[in-house]
């Protein structure tokens, strides 16, 4: 069998039928070879060439709850910091803010209810004031819409996550994800001006309560590498370590003394 393959293509290569009869080898164009390169870097390179000069430091966060392995945690983060917020639960979603804003509210007392939530009056009355301000138009409230109320914790929506990028666990396997845009002001960090020039990394996990494992320290250590080797000089912080901020991020259990450390070291 072999046999006759190798004759088959000898007869082939040689422009010769079966019987022996020249047949016409039509000439292909020559195509220069497609070398496929392997992806040395786990970002993008259309990430890295967006880091411009601006950004001076890289802020490493982490997040309150745990990274489930099996989901994207970050697009809950993400939709969260689009939605209307209310003490750290989503009041109004993104995509039916403005179908509940304008159709789905019921005074009943001292309670309003948005879609099948109830919530304080003043609080509601404060969200519209200020989602009229984000929508460009004055939101139908009846009487109340001229009422002011102060001292409220109710969020606008913001028009993207607020970290630059980050890492989780998705489908058991360590995925990057990118958020903000590094061309528009960033989300993370208010403190020293960071929103302005941070690169904010979100590591998906709550390390207050464990410190990271190897596999994602290692993946953390050469996503923050290539930032570094993308924009020389970038100082890496933990959010903690920024003046002002009266936080544990990244966690307890995250040493950024140790990061810093590791990052200088080459392994192969
Ligand atoms: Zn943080």
């Known amino acids: 069998m072999m046999r006759l393959v190798q004759k088959l293509i000898k007869m082939i290569m040689k422009g010769v039928n079966q019987y022996g009869a020249h047949v016409n080898i039509i000439k292909l164009p020559i195509v220069p070879k497609v070398i496929k390169m392997k992806n040395k870097t786990i970002l993008s390179e259309e990430f890295l060439k967006s880091i411009n000069n601006t950004y001076t430091h890289l802020i490493a966060h982490h997040s309150t709850g745990f990274d489930n392995p099996e989901t994207k945690d970050w697009d809950n983060i993400d939709i969260y910091h689009r ?95 990118y958020g903000r845009k590094l061309n528009i002001r960033q989300a993370h960090c208010y403190q020293e001006g960071m929103n302005s020039h941070g690169i904010g990394l979100l590591i998906v996990g709550n390390y207050d309560k464990a410190a990271p494992d190897g596999e994602l320290w290692r993946f953390a250590i050469k996503v923050v590498r290539e930032i570094k080797n993308a924009r020389k000089g970038l100082i890496v912080l933990g959010h903690r370590e920024v003046k002002g901020v009266k936080k544990t991020c990244p966690g307890e259990l995250f040493n950024m003394k140790q990061f810093r450390e590791d990052l200088k070291i080459r392994r192969k």
């Not at 803010?97 to 005074?107: C, G, N, P, T, W």
């Not at 519209?128 to 984000?134: C, D, E, M, Q």
């Not at 009422?147 to 996550?161: C, F, G, H, R, S």
């Open 83 to 177: 939605s209307f917020r209310m003490n750290w639960n989503i009041m109004v979603r993104p995509e039916t803010a403005y179908l509940k804003l304008k159709k789905k509210i019921e005074l009943q007392g001292n309670i309003i209810k948005v879609g099948n939530s109830y919530y304080p009056k003043d609080q509601v009355l404060e969200f519209y004031k200020r989602a009229s301000v984000l929508m460009g138009e004055e939101l139908y409230l009846g009487q109340y819409v001229s009422t002011y109320i102060k001292n409220t914790k109710i969020e606008t929506p913001w028009n993207a996550i607020g970290y630059t990028l980050g890492i989780e666990r998705a489908g058991g396997k360590l995925v990057v994800r």
